[in-house]
């Protein structure tokens, strides 16, 4: 199985500043038939299924604010929020969907300074 | 829009089947393109990837080895939904489960059912 590994576990900022989460994967989720990288990127607030932010490690869903990109290839990626506002307190999660069984990371908790 | 509605029992006894049915709207189960995946999510094992079911042509399903000898998932194209069975749970299978679309074109999980809890518990 493919182990993601996500840092920090958990990170405080202060609203307008930038959050940055890394996600590293045990193998290259490369998909050369592709040309992307098979990862996600999801949001988790208290009592609500994930919500999916980013897909090919850097498509963002429809209707989610561009203030979050992702970024990376290969083994190591990065979920950006450039300017945290108070809605975005909450979990994310790296999933990458190269090989089944298709892994998640252990998630990291964004709070308010 | 799609949407996914789950419906099954919350508390479920040790050994016994934990049986959960996804319903879709605004979508097909026999969908060319889109996978039909469960998921549960615990404190202790985090979010884990239980199985998928697709169709192309023909049904085919995948499953995690962790559960693969006791699950079962299942398409059902009169009632546009899928369900999954875990045979001989055990308080480890105490979860929150999860349904969820595999998007088109890629297996990124892009709409989700609202969640179950489920309590294995005599």
């Known amino acids: 199985d493919i182990v993601m590994t996500q840092s920090p576990d958990s990170l405080a900022v202060s609203l307008g500043e930038r959050a940055t989460i890394n996600c590293k994967s045990s193998q290259s989720v490369f998909r050369s038939s592709v040309s992307k990288n098979s990862l996600a990127w999801y949001q988790q607030k208290p009592g609500q299924p994930p919500k999916l932010l980013i897909y090919w490690a850097s498509t963002r869903e429809s209707g989610v604010p561009d203030r979050f990109s992702g970024s990376g290839s290969g083994t190591d990626f990065t979920l950006t929020i450039s300017s945290l506002q108070a809605e975005d307190v909450a979990f994310y999660y790296c999933?990458?969907?190269?090989?089944?069984?298709?892994?998640f990371g252990q998630g990291t908790r964004v709070e308010d300074k | 829009q799609v949407q996914l509605q789950q419906s099954g029992p919350g508390l479920v006894k040790p050994s016994q089947t934990l049986s959960l049915t996804c319903a879709i709207s605004?979508?097909?189960?026999?969908?060319?393109?889109?996978?039909w995946n469960w998921i549960r999510q615990s404190p202790s094992r985090g979010l884990e990837w239980l199985g998928r079911?697709?169709?192309?042509?023909?049904?085919?399903?995948t499953s995690a080895i962790s559960v693969k000898s006791r699950m079962t998932i299942n398409a059902d194209t009169s009632k546009n939904h899928f369900s999954l069975q875990l045979n001989a749970v055990t308080p480890e299978d105490t979860a929150v489960y999860f349904c969820?679309?595999?998007?088109?074109?890629?297996?990124?999980?892009?709409?989700w059912g609202q969640g179950t809890v489920v309590t294995v518990s005599s």
């Open positions: 999933q990458q969907y190269y090989s089944a069984p298709w892994t």
């Open positions: 079911t697709y169709y192309r042509s023909k049904w085919s399903n």
């Open positions: 605004g979508d097909s189960v026999s969908s060319n393109s889109a996978t």
């Open positions: 969820a679309r595999g998007k088109p074109g890629g297996d990124a999980f892009d709409i």
